[in-house]
């Protein structure tokens, strides 16, 4: 069974810092591009990041770019966030996604429970 | 990277049928066939019901359909059925090898 868990969300002030991390099981980890996609109290879904397979390739929204870095470790299964200089609109649900393809964003057949991010003074 | 527009809301009786629409543009929805559709229930993790346009994953009931038109895919729920009260999100790849998502819509069944 695929299971995807995110950790890592909290309360953080403007211009602070954290990293998420998505723990992922019961598939071959390293075959697939892995997405960050969240969603701030009352609006709809918005796609962060993609990161492909081997990790050599990268992709951001621009609402994120220069502050956030996408990150995996294939021998840890695991999915990085790297979040910085946060803004109040940051705030939002962190979700970790499954794309079923190796390199582009495409969509994604499994999903995380997310894990809230807070950007409050 | 401009949103795709989704109605915020729509509703229906249950066995009715209801569609929801998901409009983009040329170098998203238009210029590929990588649109999909997210069932959403409050606190739980989306759920793909739609992909590539029309295609529905295993386990997904008939009762959903989706198509595209030009700049415009679909999403259609036949009989509908309380459990499909959620929140439906479309997204579609881009030119920019990125993906883009609808501002959602919320399903009430009355």
């Known amino acids: 069974e695929v299971q995807l868990l995110e950790s890592g969300g909290g309360l953080v002030q403007p211009g602070g810092s954290l990293r998420l991390s998505c723990a992922a099981s019961g598939f071959t980890f390293s075959i697939y591009a892995m997405s960050w996609v969240r969603q701030a109290p009352g609006k709809g879904l918005e796609w962060v990041s993609a990161?492909?397979?081997?990790?050599?390739?990268?992709y951001y929204a621009d609402s994120v770019k220069g502050r956030f870095t996408i990150s995996r470790d294939n021998s840890k299964n695991t999915l990085y966030l790297q979040v910085n200089s946060l803004r109040a609109e940051d705030t939002a649900v962190y979700y970790c996604?499954?794309?079923?393809?190796?390199?582009?964003?495409?969509?994604?057949?499994?999903w995380g429970q997310g894990t809230l991010v807070t950007v409050s003074s | 990277q401009s949103a795709l527009t989704q109605p915020a809301s729509v509703s229906g009786s249950p066995g009715q049928s209801i569609t929801i629409s998901c409009t983009g543009i040329s170098s998203d929805v238009g210029g590929y066939n990588y649109v999909s559709w997210y069932q959403h229930h409050p606190g739980k993790a989306p759920k793909l019901v739609i992909y590539e346009v029309s295609n529905r994953p295993s386990g997904v009931s008939y009762r959903f359909s989706g198509s595209k038109s030009g700049n415009t895919a679909s999403l259609t729920i036949s009989g509908l059925q309380a459990e499909d009260e959620a929140d439906y999100h479309c997204s579609s790849h881009t030119s920019s090898n990125t993906l883009v998502f609808g501002g959602g819509t919320k399903v009430t069944v009355l």
């Open positions: 996604a499954k794309d079923v393809d190796g390199y582009y964003p495409h969509y994604f057949d499994h």
């Open positions: 990161i492909s397979d081997s990790d050599d390739t990268t």
